[in-house]
């Protein structure tokens, strides 16, 4: 069993920063990787950024050059570390765990975080 807990989240004018961390515990391994996806009203919910467990990272298009994704092996969390915020980057953010399986891998999700960009 796995449990992760998000933190971060709240308001934020456009053009400003916000860091959300992602806490993990539980059946937790090194060979785990790790992410998050947000969800906006009324839209599916998309992959925002994700890292390997040896710190390879990727980005949707949308957030290319504004969010950094890291991690703390040590300490068992995630970050995601957001600037130059957009009103349409306003979602509820999950964060994510993936752990590699012979069918490809179990993921396991947090609770979410609100992000809410507005003036």
């Known amino acids: 069993q796995v449990q992760l807990v998000e933190s971060g989240g709240g308001l934020v004018q456009p053009g400003g920063s916000l860091r959300l961390s992602c806490v993990a515990s539980?059946?937790?391994?090194?060979?785990?990787?790790m992410g998050w996806h947000r969800q906006a009203p009324g839209k599916q919910r998309e992959l925002v950024a994700r890292?390997?467990?040896?710190?390879?990272?990727n980005y949707a298009d949308s957030v290319k050059g504004r969010f950094t994704i890291s991690r703390d092996n040590a300490e068992k969390t995630v970050y995601l570390q957001m600037n130059s915020l957009k009103p349409e980057d306003t979602a509820v953010y999950y964060c994510?765990?993936?752990?590699?399986?012979?069918?490809?891998?179990?993921?396991?999700w947090g609770q979410g975080t609100q992000v809410t960009v507005s003036s």
């Open positions: 994510i765990l993936d752990q590699p399986r012979s069918y490809g891998h179990l993921r396991w």
């Open positions: 539980g059946s937790i391994f090194s060979s785990d990787d």
């Open positions: 890292i390997t467990s040896s710190g390879s990272t």
